[in-house]
T-cell receptor, first 114, second 114 residues
Framework: AQSVAQPEDQVNVAEGNPLTVKCTYSVSGNPYLFWYVQYPNRGLQFLLKYITGDNLVKGSYGFEAEFNKSQTSFHLKKPSALVSDSALYFCAVRDMTGTYKYIFGTGTRLKVLA | DVKVTQSSRYLVKRTGEKVFLECVQDMDHENMFWYRQDPGLGLRLIYFSYDVKMKEKGDIPEGYSVSREKKERFSLILESASTNQTSMYLC?????????????FGSGTRLTVV
């Protein structure tokens, strides 16, 4: 079965420190992977995606993600966290069974401490 | 700026009421989706539609129905609202021809059933 796992419910990091939000996936074939961010009482906003090409993908607000096929991971990273990065982050993978659906992880709450 | 618009940000309804949640997109997207979001459970797919007058059940369709009479509008209907349907509801759309670009989400409707 296709799935996405975000093993951490919450990640705390000090402002200025690097951050990592973890995501692993299980799909058949080559995955199409996404990260979204959600601020309080808002919808999800697109951050970045991996379809093909370079394993390091750069996205909005200074975020990047590293695709690792052997470890089936797509971890979100940022070199220097800001308090304003505090939000809920979702990893998603496209369903590869011929539908247009995306499968989401359960989300990781990032808290950046001043 | 392209967008997905959900008609209400906050809604309070009584148990047993019939509730309509409206979603409109201006991107000429074929695909539209309704999710509910609950803490610890992530996003769960309720219903989706790939075309006008077409609908398919997602993972948790019980207690819900949908209507898609026009391409731009996808309505979620709670036939008889119950307290366990208190949740954040998210509408999303995507293009069939650009399916690798992920979803565009609305801002969400926080529904409270009392």
């Amino acid at each position: 079965a296709q799935s996405v796992a975000q093993p951490e419910d919450q990640v705390n990091v000090a402002e200025g420190n690097p951050l990592t939000v973890k995501c692993t996936y299980s799909v058949s074939g080559n995955p199409y992977l996404f990260w979204y961010v959600q601020y309080p009482n808002r919808g999800l906003q697109f951050l970045l995606k991996y379809i093909t090409g370079d394993n390091l993908v750069k996205g909005s607000y200074g975020f990047e993600a590293e695709f690792n096929k052997s470890q089936t991971s797509f971890h979100l990273k940022k070199p220097s966290a800001l308090v304003s990065d505090s939000a809920l982050y979702f990893c998603a993978v496209r369903d590869m069974t011929g539908t247009y659906k995306y499968i989401f992880g359960t989300g990781t709450r990032l808290k950046v401490l001043a | 700026d392209v967008k997905v618009t959900q008609s209400s940000r906050y809604l309070v309804k009584r148990t047993g009421e019939k509730v309509f949640l409206e979603c409109v997109q201006d991107m000429d997207h074929e695909n539209m989706f309704w999710y509910r979001q609950d803490p610890g459970l992530g996003l769960r797919l309720i219903y989706f539609s790939y075309d006008v007058k077409m609908k398919e059940k997602g993972d948790i369709p019980e207690g819900y129905s949908v209507s898609r009479e026009k391409k731009e509008r996808f309505s979620l209907i709670l036939e008889s609202a119950s307290t366990n349907q208190t949740s954040m509801y998210l509408c999303a759309s995507s293009s069939k021809s650009a399916g690798n670009y992920g979803y565009t989400f609305g801002s969400g409707t926080r529904l409270t059933v009392v």
